[in-house]
Structure formats: structure tokens, C-alpha cells
């Protein structure tokens, strides 16, 4: 069963529409991550989170804001889509905040923004 | 900034050969970055296959191994002989050991390897 589930795994939105992706990880882990990976591009940071709060943040745009309503929960909010923000986005974990800890992903959103 | 470079893909070996994927990494403002192999298997999540975080060491698993070579920033991922069960998506990754703010990893573009029966 996958401990990280994110929601959905499709998405089709139209330019200057507003979209959120869900996760939630069922791992118990103090720390999660937004990651993205653009057609063409390497998987790339966006943000981490450590206990709901934001501990780094790559994410030029504030187009970008991640919501944290449970401990176990970290959505992220797309707001004015461009089509450059089509990509697949994962959603990860990892017990304490510290640099060398596995990280434990989930299966990817992949957004199309038309 | 930093970067991963890995062998592009697509790989395709035969089962029972050799395998190596090159890695070199270039992080200009750490001085020992932590090493990461993450590999996607079909139908499944990201999933990390070994790590290195010391110079000189080597990580192992599931057969594969990777040694850190500080001289020549490469970290690349070995296997004697491969089996059908490792195709799959090999992604090199490097990490800063100081970063307290998480696990913020760089990634390689990924290799898609295929292994024929």
C-alpha cells in the first residue's frame, strides 16, 4: 500500500485557472517536500516543511504556496496556471529534518496546463 | 549552483551483463556532499537505492554499488550482473550535509535502463 498518496494523479487545468494537489503521508514523518519534474528537466526541489512549518523555499513564484492543515498533510496550491507549470509534482517525506535521511516519495501528480 | 550529471538513456543491457551509469556532480559550495542513487520502478513511487555520505566509502545495495571519489566528483552506480527486475528509472542525486532545512537534493536527469531477458 503506498504510504504517500497524492491526489490526483491526473490534472488538466486551462492557463490562469487555480489548482491544489493533495498529499498525505501515512509514514509518521516530521518532514515533507514538494519536488517537480518538467518534461526534459531533472527532478527539482521546491519546498520543505518540518512540523507545518516552511523550512526552505526554491519556488520563485508565489504562484507556489504549500498548505499544511494536519501534520500529515502538505497540499500545494497552483494559483494563475501558465503552461510552463506543466509538470509532474511528488510530494515526499522523511523523519527527521536532517540532510542525509531517505526520502520516501509519492507516486507524482501530473499536471497539464492547457 | 549545483549539479548531477548521469549517462543519458535509454540503457538497454542483457541480463547476466555488467552495468555502470556514470554520475559526476558539481557543488560549488560544498565542499562534501552527501550521495544519493534513487531508482523508480515501474508502477511505483521514488525510492532510494544506496547512499554515500563519507569520501572514499561505497554504499551497496540490492547488488548495485557506488563509490564516492571525491578526486573525480563521480559516484558511479555498478552491478556485476543485472537482472530483468532492475529496469528501471536510475536517478543520481547529491545532497548538503549542513542544510538543516531537510533533505534538499539535486538530481541527475535520471536513466532509463531496460535489461532483456
Known amino acids: 500500500d503506498p504510504k504517500i498518496i497524492q491526489k490526483p494523479k491526473y490534472l488538466v487545468a486551462v492557463t490562469g485557472s487555480e489548482k491544489i494537489l493533495i498529499c498525505e503521508q501515512y509514514?509518521?514523518?516530521?518532514?515533507m517536500y514538494w519536488y517537480r519534474q518538467s518534461a526534459k528537466k531533472p527532478l527539482e526541489f521546491m519546498f520543505s516543511?518540518?512540523?507545518?512549518?516552511?523550512?526552505d523555499n526554491q519556488t520563485a513564484s508565489s504562484r507556489f504556496q504549500p498548505q499544511s492543515s494536519k501534520k500529515n498533510h502538505l497540499d500545494l496550491q497552483i494559483t494563475a496556471l501558465k503552461p510552463d507549470d506543466s509538470a509532474t509534482y511528488f510530494c515526499?517525506?522523511?523523519?527527521?529534518?536532517?540532510?542525509?535521511?531517505?526520502?520516501?516519495f509519492g507516486h507524482g501528480t501530473k499536471l497539464s496546463v492547457l | 549552483g549545483d549539479s548531477v550529471t548521469q549517462t543519458e538513456g535509454p540503457v538497454t543491457v542483457s541480463e547476466s551483463e555488467s552495468l555502470i551509469i556514470n554520475c559526476t556532480y558539481s557543488?560549488?559550495?560544498?565542499?562534501?556532499?552527501?550521495l544519493f542513487w534513487y531508482v523508480r520502478y515501474p508502477g511505483e513511487g521514488l525510492q532510494l537505492l544506496l547512499k554515500?555520505?563519507?569520501?572514499?566509502q561505497k554504499g551497496s545495495s540490492r547488488g548495485f554499488e557506488a563509490t564516492y571519489n571525491k578526486e573525480t566528483t563521480s559516484f558511479h552506480l555498478q552491478k556485476a550482473s543485472v537482472q530483468e527486475s532492475d529496469s528501471a528509472v536510475y536517478y543520481c542525486?547529491?545532497?548538503?550535509?549542513?542544510?538543516?532545512?531537510?533533505?534538499?537534493?539535486?538530481f541527475g536527469g535520471g536513466t532509463r535502463l531496460t535489461v532483456r531477458p
Open positions: 515526499a517525506s522523511s523523519r527527521p529534518q536532517i540532510s542525509n535521511e531517505r526520502l520516501f
Open positions: 509514514l509518521g514523518h516530521n518532514a
Open positions: 516543511y518540518s512540523y507545518q512549518k516552511l523550512m
Open positions: 557543488a560549488t559550495s560544498i565542499a562534501y556532499p552527501n
Open positions: 554515500v555520505i563519507t569520501a572514499g
Open positions: 542525486a547529491l545532497g548538503d550535509p549542513w542544510n538543516n532545512a531537510g533533505a534538499k537534493l539535486t
